[in-house]
């Protein structure tokens, strides 16, 4: 069983930056899919960048982003350290929410569109509030 730990959360002011980071507890495999996802009261969990780990031939991650953060949020992933990043920049009120770190133990379909129900280990989620 892979245990995600979220941290990195808190609340800024509008056009401000926040990173977030998930650290898993083992190597979930040779390649697999890896995600953020927020919530808001209320509302289903939403996809914001998604990255497809694995030994690709141009050493390039293949990431995707929702069309709400794209530009603004960079999502990486540190091998060495087993670790998820989100570099979340130019914050708006409604990036807030509950961020959640995602991960699969394959790749397939690993984009923006994919839905929560796709993945099988979660994190416990980290708080983002951006105030105006």
């Known amino acids: 069983q892979v245990q995600l730990v979220e941290s990195g959360g808190g609340s800024v002011q509008a056009g401000g930056s926040l990173r977030l980071s998930c650290a898993a507890s083992k190597v979930i495999g040779s390649s697999y899919c890896m995600a953020w996802f927020r919530q808001v009261p209320g509302n289903q969990r939403e996809g914001v960048g998604f990255i497809a780990v694995a030994d690709w031939p141009s050493n390039t991650p293949k990431v995707d982003y929702a069309d709400s953060v794209a530009g603004r949020f960079t999502i990486s992933h540190d091998k060495t350290e087993n670790t998820l990043y989100l570099e979340m920049n130019s914050l708006r009120p409604e990036d807030s929410g509950t961020y959640y770190c995602?991960?699969?133990?394959?790749?397939?379909?690993?984009?923006?569109?994919?839905?929560?129900?796709?993945?099988?280990?979660w994190g416990q989620g980290t708080q983002v509030t951006v105030s105006s």
């Open positions: 995602a991960a699969r133990g394959r790749i397939g379909y690993c984009y923006a569109k994919s839905s929560a129900s796709e993945f099988n280990y």
